[in-house]
């Protein structure tokens, strides 16, 4: 084989060999990202840690969504408004609802005739909305109640139902 | 320095890479969705055409001519392009997780611009000095990010605007980038190419 | 006469408008009789509602405080004649929406008795700044201009900035209203003193009287007035009758060429804006102890037998006055409480004059306005829009439900002035789809906010949950640790005793 082939095959081969080792260096010291999108995936969500979506909180299906692993269509509360903001801030598409919720804003009420005081439903909420003490009365602090419906299951005398607001 | 004025006049407006000479449409169309993205796309493009076209001119220069390996070109300008976009990926993915996720397949698709080859191959092509080459790939990133964010811009009004139902979407984005194209034809005889 | 200073600010777009004042202004101005019964809503004011401290068949006089704000942002409500209270109940108020609001309504005996004051009052320029404030509170001095805002909490909100400027505004851009211009002719003095009372109180050196220039005898009133007073504190202005010139911020731009920043105050550029008519009450109430009970109300347009300025008692019902000036014309069609850009359509003329009722518009029927066709993008609205808004822009992604790009084009500072729906020649309802875009990014932030603190609960919980669970592995671990050595030594000393039993048994 002529010096002229090698000389050729050499080159490219030098040439590779050293945007590899750049390549190598450059992935070294430059670390991976920091999980900055997927707070900002998580700003947009609506916070009501309700599991609707099939992930346990909000952050967790956001990170889900930052890695590919779940669509931006799957959360209720957070309504169209929420995935036509994640579509932006994506870039992607924006999808229809996958499941549509069933009242438009409600908070949960406990019928206090029944409430036999015992905090199965106070340990349930995310966000701490519900007061009460073992077997005194509980309540649930409509302010704070973001309509997640995660205490209703609880309740072992069914007290909780839900109330849409105006 | 009024040849590198032209040169910078020239790739920006008169043979402007996307409008007139139809090379790199695959981000312009692609990723100027919105203002950001397109922003970052530019940015991101500029970077890889001026590192790319300033280490192709010198791998040319001085490794392939001397050894006679000029039929070497298209390959190894590939392989520095290539090498290249994977560095502003890497760069592009820790400084804003955010762009990265937002531009997705059309980083690496840099490296299958045909704008990034195309100023690269044509550096050769015109005899360009070291100067002359980094200012034609600088001026050839500068025509690229101005028409990128232009169409972005009427591209995010496109979007709100009242357009008939067959229209709507591509249909009028490739409507909008011919008139674009045709604005450009303005510019041609104001400086050789 | 005061020679007016001509070197003004500039302000763009705005229109001017045909004024129609005539009308009303070719009148003198008149006194309505005390009407059988006074309805008095007991929320004139921007803020919190007031609360009655009269009940039903108490007999009070006018001047009585007949109702009291419970929290910092209100004013109290007083009677506006003596007479016996026979109801507190909701009533036809000229709300926005047409609402009924709790009023207290009021039999008049005729006799129109004062309450005597508690004691005699200094003159105001004794008093410190601090208690001419409490004092004005008191009085249930509003702003008179429209926006009813609680002039004493504008006064202590004020002096905690740095202030160069008083600005009496007697602009009055909107046409058919003239109540300022009137009040300014034949109540010239107790607007300037009602000035010199509010300089005191903010410790100022210069106050502008602003009037437009379409108002030739106003402004040779005033500055009669002024010359006999001779405080060279007081400049007058003359400003274009340009509509929006009499807006707060627009005001200040012209008298002072500052621009209010977006979103800011006029003390942010170091002035205070105020309506005559709310100057002439604070010397009202200051001077002669008679708190805001009566306003001068413009009552004009085409369905107005005989179009007049009256001075009213505040709860006199539309009906009375629309009686005292001659009734209804047969054209008249729709009745506006305010004027023809920003007043509040209502339906019945049961409605009483607040201190918000600058004018009674009664007129025959506008002639059709066309459908709402599509945006030309001519850009007539932009040319106009005195805050140098898009209004093209917003209304574009007022359409596409855009919260981001409407706040970044600047929808709230939209003054809902009526400019760009004016001039639109595809009549698109401008003003009315900015109104309901701001109602819809004011709800999303709502949401916003809820949405952030339910997080932080969530996160706060987790955290509470995550130190009992370690607090409980500690205290595992310390029993394991406590059961390793206590283990042996306890089973040990069980055996020793076992032994010492066998051997005491043996």
């Known amino acids: 084989m002529s010096v002229d082939m090698w000389t050729a095959v050499l080159t490219i081969s030098v040439i590779a060999l050293l945007a590899g080792l750049a390549l190598s260096l450059a992935s070294k010291m430059l670390p991976a990202d920091s999980g900055e999108l997927v707070e900002q995936v998580n700003e947009l969500l609506p916070q009501t840690q309700c599991a609707q979506c099939g992930y346990p909180g909000c952050r967790p299906y956001a990170q889900a969504i930052v890695a590919g692993d779940a669509a931006i269509n799957l959360c209720p509360p957070g309504g169209e408004d929420t995935i036509r903001r994640l579509a932006a801030k994506l870039g992607t598409d924006s999808l229809p609802l996958a499941e549509p919720p069933a009242l438009a804003r409600a908070v949960a009420i406990i019928d206090e005739t029944v409430c036999i005081g015992c905090t199965h439903c106070r340990a349930a909420c995310p966000v701490d909305a519900i007061v009460g003490a073992h077997q005194l009365m509980h309540t649930i602090i409509e302010a704070e109640c973001t309509g997640c419906e995660l205490c209703i299951a609880p309740c072992p005398v069914d007290c909780i139902s839900m109330r849409s607001l105006p | 320095m009024t040849e590198l004025i032209v040169i910078l006049v020239g790739t920006v407006l008169v043979n402007n890479f996307v409008l007139v000479r139809f090379l790199g449409l695959c981000p312009f169309m692609g990723v100027s969705r919105n203002l950001e993205a397109a922003a970052g796309m530019s940015l991101a493009t500029a970077f890889v055409l001026t590192l790319s076209s300033a280490t192709a001119y010198l791998l040319h220069r001085y490794v392939l001519v001397p050894l006679e390996l000029e039929y070497l070109r298209t390959i190894s300008f590939i392989l520095v392009i290539a090498a290249s976009v994977q560095f502003t990926e890497i760069m592009v993915r820790r400084l804003s997780p955010l762009l990265n996720q937002v531009l997705g397949i059309y980083i690496p698709l840099i490296a299958t611009n045909c704008a990034v080859l195309g100023v690269a191959l044509l550096n050769v092509q015109q005899s360009n000095g070291f100067v002359q080459s980094v200012f034609f790939g600088f001026g050839a990133a500068a025509g690229f990010a101005l028409v990128l964010v232009m169409f972005a811009t009427i591209r995010e009004r496109l979007e709100v605007a009242d357009i008939p139902a067959p229209f709507r979407g591509t249909a009028i984005a490739l409507m909008t980038a011919g008139i674009m194209s045709l604005a450009f034809m303005g510019f041609s005889g104001m400086a050789r190419p | 006469m005061s020679a007016p200073t001509y070197d003004l600010g500039k302000l763009h777009g705005g229109l001017r408008l045909d004024a129609n004042k005539q009308i009303a202004t070719s009148e003198p101005l008149q006194s309505i009789p005390i009407p059988a019964q006074l309805v008095l809503p007991i929320t004139q004011h921007a803020g919190d509602a007031a609360q009655p401290i009269v009940g039903?068949?108490?007999?009070?006089?006018?001047?009585?405080?007949?109702a009291e704000p419970d929290s910092s942002m209100g004013a109290p409500v007083h009677a506006s004649s003596s007479g016996k209270i026979v109801a507190i109940e909701p009533w036809p108020v000229s709300r926005r929406y047409g609402d009924n609001a709790p009023c207290i309504v009021i039999e008049c005996d005729g006799k129109d008795k004062a309450i005597a004051p508690a004691e005699a009052l200094p003159a105001f320029d004794s008093m410190p700044p601090e208690v001419l404030e409490t004092l004005i509170l008191q009085g249930g001095i509003v702003g008179l201009g429209g926006a009813v805002f609680p002039?004493?909490?504008?006064?202590?909100?004020?002096?905690?900035?740095?202030?160069?400027?008083?600005?009496?505004?007697?602009?009055?851009?909107?046409?058919?209203?003239?109540?300022?211009?009137?009040?300014?002719r034949e109540?010239?003095?107790?607007?300037?003193?009602?000035?010199?009372?509010?300089?005191h109180a903010l410790e100022l050196d210069i106050c502008y009287i602003a009037i437009e220039s379409d108002k030739p005898a106003a402004i040779h009133r005033i500055g009669e007035v002024l010359q006999e007073l001779n405080d060279e504190r007081l400049v007058l202005k003359q400003v274009p009758s340009i509509y929006p010139s009499g807006g707060e911020d627009q005001l200040v731009q012209l008298v002072t060429n500052l621009e209010v920043p977006s979103g800011g105050l006029p003390t942010d550029v170091g002035c205070l804006v105020q309506n005559v008519g709310t100057a002439a009450a604070i010397y009202d109430w200051i001077v002669h102890h008679e708190p805001l009970i009566s306003r001068i109300t413009t009552v004009s347009g085409d369905g107005i037998a005989q179009p007049m300025n009256v001075m009213a008692r505040l709860g006199t019902t539309v009906a009375d006055i629309v009686n005292f000036v001659g009734g209804y014309t047969e054209i008249a069609e729709q009745m506006i409480i305010g004027g023809p850009m920003t007043g509040k359509s209502v339906s019945t003329d049961r409605v009483p004059v607040v201190k918000a009722t600058n004018c009674i518009l009664v007129l025959s029927k506008t002639p059709a306005i066309s459908d709402e066709m599509p945006c030309i993008r001519c850009g007539e609205c932009a040319d106009v829009c005195p805050i140098q808004l898009l209004p093209q822009q917003l209304f574009w992604y007022a359409c596409a439900d855009d919260e981001a790009k409407l706040r970044s084009y600047g929808l709230t500072d939209c003054i809902e002035c009526g400019c760009c729906d004016l001039v639109c020649p595809s009549h698109i309802p401008l003003t009315y789809d900015f109104r309901m875009a701001k109602a819809r990014i004011r709800e999303l932030a709502d949401e916003k906010a809820r949405a952030v603190r339910a997080r932080m609960r969530f996160e706060a919980r987790n955290e509470r949950l995550d130190k009992q669970q370690n607090e409980r592995d500690e205290q595992l671990a310390q029993q394991k640790e406590a059961a390793k050595t206590a283990g042996p030594a306890a089973i040990a000393e069980i055996l020793k005793r076992k032994k010492k039993q066998l051997d005491e048994d043996e």
């Open chain 3, 56 to 66: 039903i068949g108490e007999r009070v006089l006018k001047g009585q405080l007949i």
């Open chain 3, 151 to 184: 002039t004493a909490q504008k006064l202590m909100q004020a002096s905690t900035c740095k202030l160069d400027y008083l600005i009496l505004n007697g602009v009055e851009c909107e046409p058919y209203i003239s109540c300022d211009d009137m009040l300014m």
């Open chain 3, 187 to 199: 109540r010239a003095r107790e607007v300037l003193v009602g000035g010199q009372i509010l300089l």
